[in-house]
């Protein structure tokens, strides 16, 4: 088995020159001290040569605009953070694209879509990593070893801070292979604030804690997905996902799949894992904040891992599918504060900082999303870090699933999701941390459908269609059926009434007219005529 996904590497490499990514954290394009000082990231797309392919009708360089829309208060600083007011301290005019191009240089197409000029509609359906094929497991691990081990060719990561930089005049930038940058964005949006000297704020995070926790992370998977598309050519790539309701153990951490226990060592990989090889970095956050500098993406060392050996007062157990069905009869998606300590709030609760059996918050407990992080008792129990390990995407795409189920069945309007007083870089309209190109978090909180993908588990069958797209309307139809009885009834009265008034002005004018003609001549003048037309009317 290991010798077949090995080989599928092999060609994997031979095939990579052909292929390009274009999505993630700072473009190369944009990095020279040149954009920095001039606060531009606009690169001219290959197809025209012309500035966000604005020749081709593309997109345009233009202003960024931000919201001014109020932030909650668990944030008190300001102008210390470079990831305030994304990305206003490195860019103020990138690239925005029309219709259905997207990308730093608008050389994409939007999710969903494809072909040269963006317009052929792409759907595609994540499925249970167990129900693949083992041809399509191996494939999907030699993919991921694949991203580990190839620099990304568009993007690179800073390793200083924009001050460190000297306001941009001296860049500071590394190269990141595509898996380690993906790795890294999430340090990034989830890191300290470095105060200067040994000073930190810890009370910050533009992707936890908060309601754009869901949405970021749907954006975040849909960007991985699409760089493993554009790397590979596989653009029928999509990620799978481990559905762990009331599972007993890791069910996925096998040597067949994500990595067994190392015999000699139960915190390492088993040596015959894909896996067990692998570098993590970005794991060191108190080494960072103690020197207040940025994760560099050094390697620290290999993945570690002892699933179900955690803190059992935390973390009891894996959510069961009751957990999650309450989870989903939660009608608010945010709710008081809008942080972990909202009670009764969808997203609180799934993200496992609300109890999954009365909604209330628990800050002593780590449940549903939380639980599996801790339960993995390793690398992917500390939050920058996490995404070192590959169950990170397995797990979340299942949440993202569950996400989705609540979408369709509350049918939420854009309104819902705050659009303002929210945590720091969680407003509706607040740009993603730290994406560039821009997106706003209101713009993913929307079905996935919308987006070009569904899950093989929630594709509609007669009752699914009945049930998310039917029975919404039959709802509607009953909360405003009485307004409707109502107005048939006054209808039918005012029909009625007019009817009978009709009826005897018919009666009564056709009475005046046999009266008329008794009197009148057998013929008129043509005046006569016009008088008596216009006296009817």
Partial sequence: MRTRGRMLLAVLYCLL?????????????????????????????????????????????????????????????????????????????????????????????????????????????RRSIFDLSVPEKDKFLAYLSLSKHTISPHYVIPTGTYGQMNNGSTPMFNDISTYDLFVWIHYYVSMDTLLG???????????????????WHRFFLLLWEKEIQELTGDENFTIPYWDWRDAKSCEVCTDGYMGGRNPANPNLLSPASFFSSW?????????????QVLCDGTPEGPLQRNPGNQDTDRTQRLPSSADVEFCLSLTQYESGPMDKTANYSFRNTLEGFASPLTGISNSSQSTMHNALHIYMNGTMSQVQGSANDPIFLLHHTFVDSIFEQWLRKHHPLLGVYPEANAPIGHNRDSYMVPFIPLYRIGDFFILSRDLGYDYSYLQDSDLDFFQYYIKPYLEQARRIWPWLTGAALVGSVLTAVLGGLISLLCRRRRKRKQLSEERQPLLMEKEDYHSMYQSHL
């Fill in 17 to 125: 020159g052909s292929f390009q990514t274009s999505e993630g954290q700072f473009p190369r394009a944009c990095v020279s001290s040149k954009n920095l000082m001039e606060k531009e990231c606009c690169p001219p797309w290959k197809g025209d040569g012309s500035p966000c392919g604005q020749l081709s009708g593309r997109g345009s360089c233009q202003d960024i605009v931000l919201s001014n829309a109020p932030v909650g208060p668990q944030f008190p600083f300001t102008g210390v953070d470079d990831r305030e007011s994304w990305p206003s301290v490195f860019y103020n005019r990138t690239c925005q694209c029309s219709g259905n191009f997207m990308g730093f240089d608008c050389g994409n197409c939007k999710f969903g879509f494809r072909g040269p000029k963006c317009t052929e509609r792409h759907f595609l359906v």
């Fill in 197 to 215: 000297g040994t000073e930190i704020w810890k009370d910050i995070d533009f992707a936890h804690e908060a309601p754009g926790f869901l949405p």
């Fill in 279 to 291: 570098q993590i970095v970005c794991s060191r956050l108190e080494e960072y904040n103690q020197r």
